[in-house]
């Protein structure tokens, strides 16, 4: 149903109201940070926790949260970056430069997380893996430069685990890092905790994969940390709709983001999905055509790898299923 001009009217109007209510914020903090330099301490490197709205959380070296607000002149920044702040009274402070990442990860344009180490896409048992729906996050990871391992829970449901690990044998083929674990039962948790040590992590994959529970065994204090969190924020527990940075007692960082449980490749281009397929790229250039698309092309050195064993026939199938 189209709306009327009056609710076009009345949208816009909240909308403009918002945006002015968060520039006048923005501007007050600011012209504290400006009014107060005598009283405030000298800029420090901190680590963004979470963003919400204009709004930043701030966790300073010694571990202290300050709810800051970024300068209008710096780019919008989300968990896992590193900021310059200017501490000020009561717990707040001022945003004043961002500094250089080393790699973000975004949904399509939507910013996700920064200074991200390590991804790993976690699949289960049950809802079932499905291979074209890994492929589309290893893809994504392989476009963004940025490592990715593969993680198979509730291996307690699995009849026969050597078929299991047969499926995934393709990805190990193709230099894909995969575990096995199970989080109900507790099989291979610590040896999982000991590879996130010194390392900032964030985990995908669909709904009921056991994302949060593997979170909650990571983090057990995770409740503690999220009401914290929202104490500062004053945003009680919807906090935890945010992309949120959380420290892991046994070493590490893990950036929790409900928003990226699928990702879709509408924003990539063709050759963006194709250099998603690593084990490929050894093939490249020796096709007969120079831009070659390994489809239907004849001495194409892709679908020869293919035939002979080199290529996975499923990876190939779902490179033509994601293109097409």
Request: aromatic share 6%; net charge positive.
């Given at each position: 149903?189209?709306l009327?001009r009056?609710?076009?009217w009345?949208?816009e109007?909240?909308?403009?109201?918002?945006?002015f209510?968060?520039e006048?914020?923005?501007?007050?903090v600011?012209?504290?940070?400006?009014?107060?330099?005598?009283?405030?301490?000298?800029?420090?490197?901190?680590?963004?926790?979470?963003?919400?709205?204009?709004?930043l959380l701030v966790e300073?070296?010694?571990g202290?949260?300050?709810?800051?607000?970024?300068?209008?002149?710096?780019?919008?920044?989300?968990?896992?970056?590193?900021v310059?702040f200017?501490?000020?009274?009561?717990?707040e402070g001022?945003?004043?430069?961002?500094l250089?990442?080393?790699?973000q990860l975004?949904r399509g344009?939507?910013?996700?997380a920064?200074?991200?180490?390590?991804?790993?896409?976690?699949?289960?048992?049950q809802?079932?893996?499905?291979f074209?729906?890994?492929d589309?996050?290893?893809?994504?990871?392989q476009?963004?430069?940025?490592p990715?391992s593969?993680?198979?829970?509730?291996?307690?449901?699995?009849?026969?685990i050597?078929?299991?690990?047969?499926d995934?044998?393709?990805?190990?083929?193709a230099?894909?890092?995969?575990?096995?674990?199970?989080?109900k039962?507790?099989?291979?948790i610590?040896?999982?905790?000991?590879?996130?040590?010194?390392?900032t992590?964030?985990?995908?994959?669909?709904s009921?994969?056991?994302k949060?529970?593997?979170i909650?065994?990571?983090?057990?204090?995770?409740?503690?940390?999220?009401n914290?969190?929202?104490?500062?924020?004053?945003?009680?527990?919807?906090?935890?709709?945010?992309t949120?940075?959380y420290?892991i007692?046994?070493?590490?960082?893990?950036?929790?983001s409900?928003?990226?449980?699928?990702?879709q490749?509408?924003d990539l281009s063709?050759?963006e999905i194709?250099?998603?397929?690593?084990?490929?790229?050894?093939?490249?250039?020796?096709?007969?055509?120079?831009?070659?698309?390994?489809?239907?092309?004849?001495?194409c050195?892709?679908?020869t790898?293919?035939?002979s064993?080199?290529?996975?026939?499923?990876?190939?199938?779902?490179?033509?299923?994601?293109i097409?």
């Open positions: 149903m189209s009327t009056r609710q076009k009345r949208i109007k909240i909308q403009n109201e918002r945006i209510r968060a006048k914020a923005a501007n007050k600011e012209n504290q940070a400006k009014n107060n330099t005598k009283n405030s301490s000298k800029e420090q490197v901190g680590l963004v926790i979470t963003r919400f709205g204009q709004h300073s070296k010694s202290d949260l300050l709810s800051c607000t970024g300068r209008q002149n710096i780019e919008l920044s989300v968990a896992g970056d590193r310059l200017q501490p000020l009274n009561a717990g001022v945003v004043t430069a961002l250089e990442r080393d790699n975004r344009q939507k910013l996700i920064a200074n991200i180490d390590q991804l790993f896409l976690i699949v289960a048992l809802p079932h893996y499905q074209e729906l890994i589309r996050y290893l893809i994504i990871a476009n963004a430069n940025l990715i593969i993680l198979v829970n509730k291996i307690e449901l699995a009849k026969n050597q078929a299991v690990k047969a995934f044998a393709m990805y190990q083929a230099g894909y890092t995969v575990d096995y674990l199970s989080v039962e507790k099989i291979n610590d040896e999982f905790k000991a590879n996130l040590k010194n390392k992590q964030l985990f995908l994959g669909q009921g994969v056991g949060s529970s593997l909650n065994a990571l983090i057990p204090q995770l409740n503690l940390r999220i914290e969190i929202s104490k500062k924020t004053k945003l009680g527990k919807h906090t935890t709709t945010n949120t940075l420290r007692a046994s070493g590490g960082n893990l950036v929790d409900p928003g990226v449980m699928e990702f490749l509408d063709a050759g194709l250099n998603g397929f690593r084990e490929f790229k050894p093939f490249f250039g020796n096709c007969k055509f120079r831009n070659c698309t390994h489809i239907n092309e004849p001495n050195a892709v679908k790898a293919v035939k064993g080199k290529i996975h026939p499923k990876r190939y199938q779902n490179y033509l299923n994601l097409s």
